[in-house]
């Protein structure tokens, strides 16, 4: 489904494709998707951190999260094998450890998930960041995508963002919250055998 954007371009005769990871699956978009927008890796990056498709547990009433996506080329065709990265802050807002640090590999439809806590909040000087979940990926043969996922209504979004070379403004970094169907409740009874009542997809785009 093309955007507003997308159709207002149509409309005025200016050759335009655009694809939204995290809302579109990117099936069927022969035309190409968007290489997803690069962010900041920030001061946290760890390399080598442990393989798992769990982080950042605390207690049972804590926010818990489950995030899944499919990892694309330009051509949108899944990038099976994909390495991802993904660090975060936890519920607190800050960098523990390795607790909230995972790396996993993307399967041969290029898809990914994991299970993890809402990332809490933290201040750069006197503002908020807005809340998210820092991704490297990387794959033989594609350039790497660093980047950071946030979440829709964030009042710390974009101009807010008190990190002034992060890309909080970036509508292909921004998802939605929505609530597990039954299909996702599958995917996360695999992974943990407590409630989760969040979903978030998120689709990165690889180019050569
Ligand atoms: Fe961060």
Redesign the pocket.
Known sequence: MPSPIVCLFLLLGIACAQFVPGTDTGNGHQDGCSVTPGDDL?P?YVPNTPVSRTMCFGTAEDDYMFVKGTVYDVHCHPVHGANVEVW??DKTGL?FDDRCRVQFTADQQGAFSFVTTMPGK?KLGYYY?PA?I?YRVTAHGYREVVT?QYFSHDPSLGVNDPCGECNSGSAELILDVRAPTADDLLQIAQLVSFPVNKVVEFNPVMSH
Request: charged share 10%; proline share 0%.
């Open positions: 920030g946290y975060q802050a960098y933290y960041r998210h820092h950071q």
